[in-house]
Nanobody
């Protein structure tokens, strides 16, 4: 069984900073791509940023230059550094990972609320 546990969400002022973490645990052989998604009320879940096992990254246009995704493969953990957040970044943030146990499967975290005040 694999679990993804997010932490670091909360209330932040616009222009501040916040760091989200997501740790994977369980019977993990390896983890391929990891990523962060978000879902605001009344909207669909959308990709924020992704990172491969080799460290290649991709970002949604609306966070480029403000958010940074990184990972620590030794700790099976992915991070999202949120700098200069805006009120429109308010959402529940979910981490996602392609985990290989005896086969590859996509797992989701439970979500962490991020609220950006103006």
């Amino acid at each position: 069984q694999v679990q993804l546990v997010e932490s670091g969400g909360g209330l932040v002022q616009a222009g501040g900073s916040l760091r989200l973490s997501c740790a994977a645990s369980g019977s993990i052989f390896s983890i391929n791509a990891m990523g962060w998604y978000r879902q605001a009320p009344g909207k669909q879940r959308e990709l924020v940023a992704g990172i491969t096992s080799g460290g290649s990254t991709n970002y949604a246009d609306y966070v480029k230059g403000r958010f940074t995704i990184s990972r620590d493969n030794a700790k099976n953990t992915v991070y999202l550094q949120m700098n200069s957040p805006k009120p429109e970044d308010t959402a529940v943030y979910y981490c996602n990972a392609l985990v290989v146990t005896t086969y590859q499967r996509r797992y989701w975290g439970q979500g962490t609320q991020v609220t950006v005040s103006s």
